[in-house]
């Protein structure tokens, strides 16, 4: 094919003759993936066209990935239209977009949304009321009380608060917990003091990192702040660090933001594929296999009917794929949209599967998760505690992360269990991930503390296969505790996991 | 200073399988090319070769993201 001139580039069926002369599908993959870094395509993205077509395109996929609401592609349409039309201001009408999306749908889980609505209708003085009558003052409140929060810390930076603003907004929420046990269930006070929990909870690690970004010389107004404290990607809360972060990825030219672009179509056709997999590979399993879901199985083991070992670990291991391709295709969606804002960021899951160690897993299966961990749990701990002693240093700060953020988080994500468990009742329900949460922190401070590291030298065999399958089969496994439900308890678990092994069954049903 | 800065980064990069140059202002922890454990070990050697002080209230960790950044806190306790 001869490369016609970039500048020639300006029409969609300018762009069509982009495509590879030889039509293998080997071409068409390559052409695709280095879609990106190809000086035509590049052209032709960076023009009014191109980025119509980009947009189009884009919103198609995010349609067909089903991985977000039309309410929310709706609003994702709209912030991305403007952030088009208005490149200069693009950080401006993300957190824009961010405040209306906060107001439109102030919780990031449809259990917190139907918790919080039930507590409004037992208040007689609030029943009558519509939801959005008491919810948008209460998200109103909260970003009052966070942007005199954010002034606060920046005004007494070196004060306990301005030092360890996490701690702060624990004790705060800890504080808000205790309250929302002594007032009276069925009170206006009740209802209104666990919506405003509910909010809290959803944009906790948001609000870390807006105070966090404060120590470095960022100046970003207070309002610019709080419109992140709920982005109008969506997704659950877990944040995509903050907004420093975000800036440090920002197409800052024409020719940048059109392969941030490019970029985010190829990630959310992938993510689409992955869509497509799950739901062949699900029907395949559920529908023609019969096979019981992971938690279906561990129910059948505690009614003393398990099945036998080889289907169980037939389970097992088509949960870890499936689970694989959902958490995959639902980050990429999100990563995708934030790319074609404007902002290039790195993937949230990138090949785990081709992690050799477990620490490496851990990296490449949830990045941003990972980084919540280590950013509010890891440093500080590996900051202040055991200086002297390197490797006792790393194990704690990695214990810290792995195990007391991980479960914390999970904690904070869900605190409306409290108003209805109490606080006994809520831990309890965590017993499973709690264990999951020890034990996957204990081999990751094995894994980071190994000297002995897979190397080429040790030969295919030991360096490419069985480093890989010894990952996933620990990550496979620890997915039968990695339950956040409180469907079955530990101990069912436990049993479920002895019975792969044909070991005698742990509660002795 | 630079050049031994630049050797510890470049050794972490080599050991993590990225064999390319890197810019002073190359992302190196937000792009994903270096862990959190690369991270520690940077910390490690800030700690033990400049006597930078990881517990302080300034101290963030963002400014340890590319070469130039890494390079300006340790000349700063130099």
Not at chain 1, 62 to 76: E, F
Request: hydrophobic content about 55%.
């Amino acid at each position: 094919m001869s490369d016609p001139a970039p500048a020639a580039i300006t029409t969609p069926a300018a762009a069509a003759a982009l495509v590879p002369s030889s039509a293998g599908p080997l071409a068409w993959r390559r052409a695709w993936l280095g879609m990106d870094r190809d000086p035509a395509a590049l052209a032709f993205a960076a023009t009014p066209a191109g980025a119509v077509a980009l947009h189009v395109a884009f919103l198609a996929a995010l349609a067909a990935s089903s991985q977000v609401s039309a309410a929310s592609i709706a609003l994702i349409a709209l912030t991305l239209v403007a952030c088009a039309l208005w490149p200069a201001r693009r950080l401006a009408l993300v957190a824009l977009s961010g405040l209306a999306y906060l107001l439109l749908r102030p919780f990031r889980y449809e259990q917190q949304r139907a918790f919080v609505e039930r507590a409004q209708e037992a208040a007689p003085e609030l029943a009558e009321l519509p939801h959005v009558a008491v919810q948008t003052p209460m998200v109103l409140v909260f970003l009052m009380l966070c942007g005199i929060a954010l002034r606060l810390h920046r005004r007494f930076r070196t004060r306990l608060f301005g030092r360890r603003p996490v701690l702060g907004q624990f004790v705060a929420l800890g504080l808000l917990l205790a309250l929302g046990g002594v007032i009276a269930p069925g009170t206006a006070a009740h209802a209104l003091l666990w919506t405003f929990i509910a909010i809290y909870s959803g944009a906790f690690f948001f609000l870390a990192y807006a105070l966090a970004d404060q120590r470095g010389k960022d100046e970003t107004p207070t309002l610019q702040r709080l419109g992140f404290l709920r982005p109008f990607w969506g997704g659950p809360s877990i944040p995509f660090k903050g907004l420093t972060y975000l800036k440090t990825f920002e197409a800052k030219t024409p020719e940048a933001l059109a392969a941030t672009r490019l970029k985010a179509l190829k990630l959310i056709v992938w993510a689409v594929m992955l869509v497509a997999a799950n739901a062949i590979l699900s029907r395949l399993f559920y529908e023609t296999a019969d096979f019981p879901t992971l938690n279906e199985a561990v129910t059948l083991t505690a009614e003393g009917r398990p099945l036998p070992a080889l289907a169980g670990w037939g389970v097992v291991f088509k949960n870890f794929v499936v689970t694989m391709l959902t958490v995959g295709a639902f980050w990429h969606v999100m990563v995708a949209v934030i790319r074609m804002a404007g902002f290039c960021i790195p993937r949230n899951m990138a090949r785990p599967l081709t992690a050799r160690t477990l620490a490496e897993f851990w990296n490449r299966y949830l990045f941003y998760f990972k980084e919540v961990l280590v950013d509010f749990f890891f440093y500080p701990a590996f900051a202040r505690w055991f200086k002297n002693h390197p490797r006792l240093r790393i194990a704690c700060a990695t214990f810290c992360a792995a195990c007391v953020g991980n479960v914390l988080f999970s904690l904070v994500a869900q605190a409306h269990l409290v108003a209805e468990h109490g606080m006994v009742g809520t831990l309890l329900r965590f017993e499973s991930y709690v264990f999951y949460a020890v034990v996957l922190a204990v081999a990751l401070v094995i894994s980071q503390l190994r000297k002995r590291k897979p190397r080429p030298e040790d030969g295919f065999l030991r360096y490419d296969v069985l480093p890989r399958i010894g990952v996933i089969g620990f990550f496979a496994l620890m997915q039968i505790f990695a339950d956040e439900t409180g469907h079955l308890g530990l101990a069912e678990r436990l049993d479920f996991a002895a019975s792969l092994i044909g070991a005698a069954s742990f509660i002795g049903v | 200073m630079g050049k031994y800065i630049r050797g510890l980064i470049l050794g972490m990069l080599a050991e993590r399988g990225h064999a390319g140059p890197v810019g002073e202002h190359d992302s190196l922890f937000f792009s994903g090319k270096l862990d959190s454990l690369a991270a520690t070990e940077v910390m490690m050697a800030l700690e033990r070769d400049f006597g930078i002080d990881l517990a302080d209230a300034d101290f963030d960790v963002t400014q340890l993201d590319t070469l130039a950044q890494i390079e300006a806190l340790a000349a700063a306790h130099v």
